[in-house]
């Protein structure tokens, strides 16, 4: 099974890891960890990974929030399960990359 990174207090690394893996996922979470905001998103989401007016310098990983990666959604799911989602579930999809239909369709395909 592929490991879990979290990032916290360094958007650089965060970055640099989002593009070595554009075929990985994102658990983004509050700086404590909160069972009820664990958001999972594709690598290559826009909502975590651009800068924007919402999102300055330090948004993703130095200021409110921290990121989960791993190029396996069984590692996040037991991440997640590890961490006060007892059934290993997240909160929400992200509403944008869609990353559960994205591995269905993705595994589907081969």
Sequence with gaps: ???????????EKYFKWLSQHPSAYVINTRRVIDAEYMVLHKST??????YSKRA????????LYINICSSSMKSLSLWAENNGRKDGSFSKEC????????????????
């Excluded at 099974?1 to 958007?11: G, T």
């Excluded at 509403?95 to 081969?110: D, F, G, M, N």
């Design 1 to 11: 099974m592929d490991s879990v990174v979290e990032f916290k207090d360094n958007d």
């Design 45 to 50: 989401c826009f909502h975590i990974s651009t």
């Design 56 to 63: 300055s310098s330090g948004a993703f990983t130095e200021n």
């Design 95 to 110: 509403s944008l990359c869609h990353p559960l239909i994205y591995k269905s369709i993705t595994v589907s395909a081969r």
